[in-house]
């Protein structure tokens, strides 16, 4: 069976810090993989994808990065964090050719 | 486009009565469509989906109708339970990847008992 992870699940970090928030996939090749971010109350917000090594479409003009070093593994960094950048980090992967999304635990960032 | 800026709309349900939820997509050309439920502070779960060529389809104790002619979804509950208590959100398949789905602005559900 596939799972999906995501750590950490919860990170404080002061403005102007460096942000690494990893996700890993098992049990699958080659899935697509989505970084999303949700502020409270609110809906979710496509930030980058990725259909394989090396290959990231980005969706939103921001102070975030995403990268893909392996297959199974997707890492979302910043080199500054602002406040704004406060929120729900969620990842997820689909089949490739596939529409259902597979979340993580997600990944609750606060930026003081 | 998105509405990830603004809060979630709210509906409340006394438990045991049904729910429908209510979403508008964008994409005439959209093909696939999926409910998720998002319980606090936890990713989205699948709920159920349905593909443009069906205008009803039924899960355990959910059904999902299709109105293709004004883009219209619906998420219906039976017997709503205080379990049913998350933020719904339809989602599509996006228009410019056939691998990216668009989600819509989600619904905060609260059952009363």
């Known amino acids: 069976s596939q799972t999906i992870h995501q750590w950490p699940a919860t990170l404080v970090q002061p403005v102007g810090s460096p942000l690494s928030l990893e996700c890993t996939v098992e049990?699958?090749?080659?899935?697509?993989l989505y970084w999303y971010r949700q502020a409270a109350g609110r809906g979710l917000q496509l930030l980058f994808y990725?259909?394989?090594?090396?290959?990231i479409s980005s969706e939103v003009p921001q102070n975030l990065s995403a990268s893909r070093p392996q297959d199974r593994q997707f890492i979302l960094s910043s080199k500054k964090l602002l406040l704004s950048d406060s929120g729900f980090y969620l990842c997820?992967?689909?089949?490739?050719?596939?529409?259902?999304?597979?979340f993580g635990p997600g990944t609750r960032l606060t930026v003081l | 486009g998105e509405s990830v800026g603004l809060h979630l709309p709210t509906l409340s349900v006394q438990e045991g009565d049904n729910s429908i939820i209510n979403c508008a997509y964008s994409n005439s050309a959209s093909d696939y469509f999926i409910w998720y439920k998002q319980e606090s502070g936890k990713g989205p779960q699948f709920i159920i989906d349905?593909?443009?060529?069906?205008d009803k389809r039924q899960g355990q104790r959910v059904t999902v109708l299709l109105n293709k002619t004004v883009k219209h979804l619906s998420l219906q509950i039976a017997a709503t339970q205080p379990g049913d208590s998350a933020v719904y959100f339809c989602a599509e398949n996006g228009e410019t990847s056939y691998d990216k789905v668009i989600f819509g602005p989600g619904t905060s559900l609260s059952v009363i008992p």
């Open positions: 049990g699958t090749s080659n899935p697509n």
């Open positions: 997820a992967w689909t089949r490739t050719g596939g529409s259902e999304q597979f």
């Open positions: 349905i593909r443009s060529n069906m």
């Open positions: 990725s259909v394989g090594i090396g290959q």
